[in-house]
């Protein structure tokens, strides 16, 4: 091997590794993305759907920006699947700091749907305003890339619509991780 090529090999290896582990530690971290509700809006609400929003603090702890390309959510009030989200719309996380995120939800209120008895049981509660027994759930993943490394970030909120209306009383700054 010529002198040319070894130093070309060590330039090579001096590049690649520490940049491999930067990347690495940069994917480790987003292991422990946090997030939290800071608002909640309920926009509609009918016997044919009801139309709200979350908006969601998200804190990227890499080292890298993250893309987000999307997400696939399910949302169940009291246990019982009453929708899906899924959206293609791009919103950037910058690095080591944190990025709002507005996830609306249209949920359709059909025969199927009211012919549950939990469901009937979610009415009743709102109309006896009995907000600590009606839980909402979110859970799915966002779609996201890290260097052009498609990395799906799960996500999973569990809250009663008590604790919804009081975060948009006092919105809360403890994160979810």
């Known amino acids: 091997m ?17 940049g491999g582990i930067w990347a690495g530690m940069g994917i480790a971290a987003l292991t422990k993305i946090c997030y939290n509700v800071i608002k909640y809006e309920i926009t509609k609400f009918n016997f044919t759907n ?3 929003s979350f908006t969601l603090k998200v804190k990227n702890p890499s080292n890298i920006k993250v893309i987000i390309e999307g997400y696939n959510i399910n949302i169940e009030l ?4 009453v929708g899906q989200i899924v959206s293609k719309s791009k919103k950037t996380l910058k690095s080591e700091q944190h990025s709002t995120v507005v996830i609306p939800v249209n949920i359709k209120i059909d025969k199927k749907t009211l012919g549950n008895s939990k469901i009937r049981e979610v009415f009743d ?3 006896a305003k009995q907000y600590e027994k009606i839980f909402v759930s979110l859970s799915g993943h966002f779609n996201g890339r890290l260097l052009k490394i498609p990395i799906p970030v799960k996500i999973d909120l569990k809250y009663t619509l008590a604790e919804i209306i009081n975060i948009m009383d006092s919105p809360n700054e403890s994160e979810k991780c």
């Open 2 to 18: 010529t002198r040319g090529w070894q130093i070309f090999l060590i330039a090579a290896t001096a590049i690649i590794i520490p």
């Open 125 to 127: 509660y709102f109309i």
């Open 50 to 52: 009801m139309e709200l």
């Open 78 to 81: 009291n246990g019982v699947n």
